[in-house]
């Protein structure tokens, strides 16, 4: 995963708005696409910027395409920005 590219992933409300939600729990495409209201076509476009900075987990189960927010990466993030909050003894 690339810095660069999970920045450009946060810097859409849409795709900010796509991980608040998977952050209550696992959902479908058409889920998401329903509760934004937006077109399957907008929504692919935005879950594979997601998927490419590995913000989001996709898997099948069954006939459908079940998507999650990956943990691990925003784990890393925190620790990576982490670095620029200064000494502790400076707070």
Do not use: C
């Not at 934004?36 to 594979?48: D, E, Q, R, V």
């Not at 590995?54 to 990956?70: A, P």
């Amino acid at each position: 995963m690339g810095i660069g590219e999970a920045l450009k992933a946060f810097s859409d409300p849409i795709r900010r708005d796509i991980l608040v939600m998977l952050k209550e729990g696992k959902m479908t495409a058409g889920d998401i696409a329903e509760r934004l209201n937006i077109t399957p076509a907008a929504l692919s476009y935005h879950l594979k910027l997601l998927k490419s900075a590995e913000l989001l987990i996709e898997y099948k189960e069954k006939n459908f395409i079940w998507y999650e927010i990956n943990t691990t990466i925003f784990e890393d993030l925190i620790l990576w920005l982490k670095q620029f909050g200064g000494r502790e003894d400076e707070k």
